[in-house]
Every structure is written in C-alpha cells, then in structure tokens.
C-alpha cells in the first residue's frame, strides 16, 4: 500500500458517510452528561461521563482506561499496538469537561438535553469540546471497524478540568512521559471563521485568572446609621479595577507589556483576510460600539493584543428590591489574556503589586491566584502545519487560512514542555458557536467535515513521520 | 383626675411589670413572621403578619382593622372613643415588614425563630420594627386593660412597606386625613447610643434609590474569542461608578451638595456628647480604618453629612471556580442619603445626568429609579419634644440627649405634608442591634423601659394638648 495515494482512505470515508446519523446520537449521548468541572456538585456527573468515553472507546476498538488524578480522572485510549515496525505516534487531545451553564434561564432549551435545530445541534459542550474530540474518535472508529491500516499508532488523551486549568493534566503527562512520548499533538479545540475558510490556529493567547475580594465592616452594615464613617468595600473594589484599564482598552498596570511580541506586516496581512466586516461583526456581538485598544483592527485585538477582563462581580444585596447596606466585601473574578513572548509568572508579579499599590487603608484586599497558561506560537511552514492544512483543504473543499486564536489551551505549552511535542490546531467551531455562553452548538457540517479532516490527517502525518 | 399629677399612672406600670414574660411571648410570635416586604416570595407571609396583629389589637381592647393597599396592607388600630369631649389626638407610627434575612448562612440561628441569650432577642425586625412598635402597643394594652383613663384618643398606623419605600402609605394618609388627623406622631424606630442615654432624635437624613445597569454584548462572551474588541460592562460600570465618589468620601457629583445646611456650633457640640470614641467605634465596625469626609467627625458624618453607597453588585459568574466570559451586563444597587435641607427631586436630577455624562458609547446605561425619602429636622425646643424628653427621663432614669439620625423616615415628611404633623422619634434600639445585618436583636431591657415611656407619655402630650 503506497501512502501517498489516498485511495486506500475511501473506506474508511465510505464508513463515516453511512454512520453519519448514528455519530449523532453517540455525541446527544456524551452531551447528557452535565460534566461541569468547575461545581464539586457534579463530581460524580464528571465520573459517569468519564465511564461513557471509555466504554465507548472501547467498543469502537480503542484499548481504554479512566486514570484517576488528584482531580477529575483523564481518559486514555490507544490504537491497538500490532507486530509491525514502529509507527510515528501521535496524541490526539480533548477534553470532556464544559463551562458551567449558568445563566440557564437564558437557554432556549435545557443545555443538557440535546436539541437539533436545522444543521445545528444545541447543548453544552456541544462545540466546546465535546462534539469537536468525538468527530476524531469517530475517524479511528472508521479505520478499525473497517480493518483499513492505520499509518501512526494513535492515543487520545481526553481530560476533564480543561475549563478549570488543567490542573491535573502536566503531572499526569510527566508520570507517562514514556507511554506519550509523540511526534505531535492533534487538538481540535479551536475555530475557523467559516464553513467555506476551514483553519490552522499558529498563535493562541494565554490566561492568568484571580478572584480579588475587598473587605470591608466584619458584617452588612445600616447604610443609614452608619454610611459616611466607614469605606464601602464595593466602591473601594470598583476604583481599584477602574485603574487597571484605560478607556480605549489598554491595561493600566505597569510592567504589564514587557515582552508583547509585535504583530508583523505579513501578520497583519493575514489578520486582514477574515470575511468579516468590523460593522457585521458589531452586529453579531450585540454591542453599541466596538471598543479596543488603539491602533489594531479588532481581529488583531482579539487574538494579538493582551486584555484584562472581569469575568464577574458580587456584592451584597443582589436580591429583588432594595437593601440599604455597606456591604461587608466585594469580590471579582478577573482574567488577563497574554500574547507571545510575555511571561505569565512576571504578569502574575506585576498585577500583584498593581492591586495592592491601589488598595486604600480602609478596606482589606484578599487575592486568589486561579488557573494560568502560557501563550503559545508555532510555525505555520513546518511540515506539521502543511500536514494539517492539506486534511482541512481536502475535507471543507476550501483554501485554510492561517489564524492567530484569541482564546487559551493552557496546555498546549505543556505538551511543548513536556513531551516537547508541538500541537497542530485543527479548530471545528464556528464563530457563532456560543462558546461559553447560553445556547451553546455545534454545527453538524463541522461534525461530518470534521471526521473525514481526521480520517485524512493520518496518512498525511505518516508521510512526515 | 389630675392629669399633671402622674400617680394614676402607677396601676398602668405594674401591669407592664406583671406581664412582661407574656409580652416577651407575644413579641417572639410576632416576630416569627417572615414579613420581607422586598420580595414577592413573602407576599402570604405578609398578610399573615398583618392578620395576626389585627387580632392582637382587638385582643387588648383597640379597634382595629386591615386595610388593602395597592401593595402590602396597613394594619389601623385605634382606642375606642368614648362620649367624653374630644381628647387630642396622637397618631403611633411602626411597620411590621422586615428587611430581608440574606444572607441566612451568617446568621447564627433561624432569623425567624427568636431566641434570647442573656437580655437580648436574636431575630430579623426584633429592633426594626417589631420589639420597638409592640412596645407602644403593651403601654395602651396597660392602659386598657387597667381601666386607667387615657388623656388622648390615640390610633396606631402599622404598614408593610417601611423597608421598600412605603409606597402606599401617602396614598393612604391622604384618603383618610380626616380619620387620621392628630396634633403628632410617635414613632420608635430610631436609635439611642446606650441604656443610661436614651435620645430624642430631631433630624433625620433623606435618601434617593437607584439601580444602574450596564449593557455590552448581547450575550455572556467567551473571553479569549472576544476579549480585547468589546467593553466588558462590569468594567464600564465600575468605572462609572468610581467617578461618583472621591477617596476622601465626597460625593463627585456636580449640585449635589445643593442646599445643605452646615451643622452650628451647638450642633456640633450636641454630636460631641456621643460617649463613643473613634477607636472603639471602628473596632465596633470591624474595619481597618475609618472613613469619611474630612473636617466631620465621625457622628457627624453618618448623621449630618450626605452619602453615596453601594449597596449590591452583580455581574457574570459569581459561583465556584472561574469562568472566562465578558458578561451581558453588569448591575449596582446605589443608594443615597440625603440632608436638610437637599431637595430629593434635584438631587436626583443631576445623579441621573451624571451617570449618563460618564457612561461610554460602548455599552448601554440602563437607571431605574428606587425609593425616596426628604430629610427631616424638627425643632427640639419645642413642647412636644419637651414631652417626648420627660417621658424619656422618667422611664430610663438618665438625662436624654439630643440627637441626628443617620438613617431616614421617609414617611416623617409624608406625615408633615398630608397631615401637618410633626413627628416625635424616641428610639429605642442600641448601637448593636445589627438593624439591617445578620443577627438583628432587640434588648430586652429596651423593650421594657421603652413599655414605660410610652404609658407616660400620654399624661405628658395631653398636658400640652
């Protein structure tokens, strides 16, 4: 069998054309488990969801196992291992962890019962990420069930506290170092603008997220009999954050900046090419105006340019009507998006002293440090990349372009640390796809292009071994 | 009978002496009505709480009846008039709704079952309003039951709409004006700074309610896809809200500080006698520092000066762990006290142009406009507050002082302007009674030298006619 003519793949593409319905139930299945792993109420929804993927593993001929971890377990499952010489080996990564989906009175159904609605399939993780990993364990699935020689041996490393982290995941990686050991990963956990402009992610943004809470009075206090005397602990925390960003967008904290690596020509000649106009997208974000940071278009704002947002507020009485108290604290939760080349753990430092710099002596500031992750950078003319981007041209039937992602995979740089593996970013969501939002979907095109772009990567990365 | 001759009275107060366990059990029953006139929840809680104290007032021998509103009923209860000439007339003023109990995890018992510990009762509205009004209500019962002549024809107004602006209460007044006319009206819900200080209060601060919400993108936003291109409406409202008030306390808004009256020297050496220092004040509070504006001290600030307060915040997620979203939008409950002799209709003209001055195009300013309340001042030479003095003295056994409140009574200036009579505050809560907070209690030493000051009362305002 001569790899570099693909005519061998038609079975296994035949496969994924005659499931096609079945694939769908299989996601609606996954999509029931409220795998929520930021709420310790879903613990054992977590489990159980865990259980489903590596019962479904291995009956799709994958051998499977659940790997507990000091959080929630990760899946592995790998290609059987046959007699032959050994073959190039890849990790394809996922997760089956979703963003909580709170506000749920904001959905148009339950986010946890699946709902079809013309090529849309509607549900909570339904693009992110679950629809997404499935269309490449459907891939394998084609190629065992249909006997069709695999190129690479193949392990899928599917996690459960991506939307928290990562916690678990580089421990995990460092105590099978040997096991994983690859040549690259494959993650889908991306987007692409269209259906007809499919893409490879070069460039991701990282993240360093804190919940700050100002205390104020040792309880609610009168606001009457004693407004006027003491700070109040939601206005102390409204003029810290007020001084953190200016009012185009730019972050206001000394330091903030060292290291942004600066978008180049041929960079901003490729941001220029999404089929977007600022005015449509204004529209689909629903905003009076867009807003950002001087001097960039907001497709190089979005992806290129670091950020801080609060991700949100509480403070006393959030109830109906009015309640008229200081209340005793207020807190935020905060995320700063990161860029190539700045260093989390100098961000972290400088955003530390910024916030105890604005703390005024009447209120006390508690700071919590949550998850982090490096930005990320790859080359978009390794051989990898134009692996990649021939799967995606010859799946969608169109010319991928190359993106810079706004968002963050934590752990992506810790493939690059710890496997020293690179990762090829074969995203399937659409920029309508209500990530982390209510009403949440995947479209069902992406699905079925997305399975055969799997089916057509391995051969592709045999080839380069 | 002479009326300036008080012995006749003696009967009266040994009737409170020998019932004072069985008025403790009729407060505790009164008080396990949830009466949160705030939320919708309540609204049978309510009318059951008003039921009940209808048919208290008729047990101890008043006419009494429920009156619908357009909100939460009135409870009316008036001494029977008999063939004698007409006596002068006094209104007693109280509320039985309650502040809401939020939030129930600080509380260290059910804020709806009273307890008492040592001589204090543990229990939402034990000092606002409920222990301070029943008060009145055992003096009269004393009086009635001991066939002891009262000097004045005497009717309780008790409404449940106190803690959200008593929205009915002037439509009421003026439908009954005639029924309700009286040369005064008594009212307990104020403070006083210890047991051996009982107080007269003789101003009272005003307030004006807002809600502001801020509207960004249509929907919560994945923050990484689209941070950087969007204002985040929970910044955008913290930095409108942190232009409304500078770091030294004073209010940032342009004719806000419209006509209030500079406290006199007298004043200021009344708001001196207060035997509290800063030091214990702040450690009371359980802050780090104190806080307010400069060249007030700090009983001048919280009675005298006008205030900003944040009262609530609520933004995107606020449960466990993180989630990385621009949020829709992002809410503030404000409220403002006021002094004389602000004008609540011009202040909150130019709160509401300066919200709209400082609120970007970004987003969108959404204000709605909350309870309000005038400032009050009375003079505390006049008669009826030598009345309320003389009561005070005789049933507390200390010299009274002379106070401003920092907390308002809308309804003194509702009573000013509909039936043109002024108001005489003899408060009976204490510096810790936690109004308003977790844990809200009620002395019982309060409670019965408050039952003693109303029964000789009576004989002090007929005297003065």
Redesign the interface.
Known sequence: MNINNHDFVQPVLDYLEQNKSRFIDDLCQYLRYPSV????GHRADMAACAKWLVTHCRQIGLEARVCSTGGHPIVVARTPRGRSPKKPSYLIYGHYDV??A?PFK?WKSDPFKPRIEGRSLFARGASDNKGQNLAHLNAVEAYLKTNTELHCDLTFVIEGEEE??STSLGSFLKSNRKELACRAVVISDT?MPSLKLPALTYAL?G?V?F?VTVH?????????????????P??A???I???L?D?Q?RVNIPGFYDGVAELSAHERKEAARLPLSAAD?RKF?????????RGYT?AE??AA???????????????????????AH?S??L?F?LVPNQDPAHVRKVILKRLRDLC?????LEIKA??GGEPYLVSPRSPLARAGLHALKEAFGHEPILMR????IPIVTEFKKILHADSLLLGLAL?DD??????EKFSLDCYEKGMQMGALLWPELARIG
Do not use: W
């Open positions: 792993s930021a709420q310790a963003q909580p709170e904001l928290v982290g987007g943004r993240v997220a919940e104020g009075p040792s309880r609610d206090l009168h606001s009457g009999i004693y407004g006027g005397t003491v700070d109040n939601a206005m925390l409204c003029q954050l007020a001084q960003r009012k967008g997208y974000l629903g905003v009076p105006e867009l807003f950002g940071e907001f704002q979005r340019r670091p950020t801080i947002e609060i991700n949100g507020l509480t403070s006393g009485y959030q109830g109906e009507g009015s309640k008229t108290i200081v209340p207020a935020a939760k995320t998006r005024p002596p009447t209120v006390r949550g998850h992602e706004g968002g963050s920029p209500n990530a982390h939002s209510p009403n």
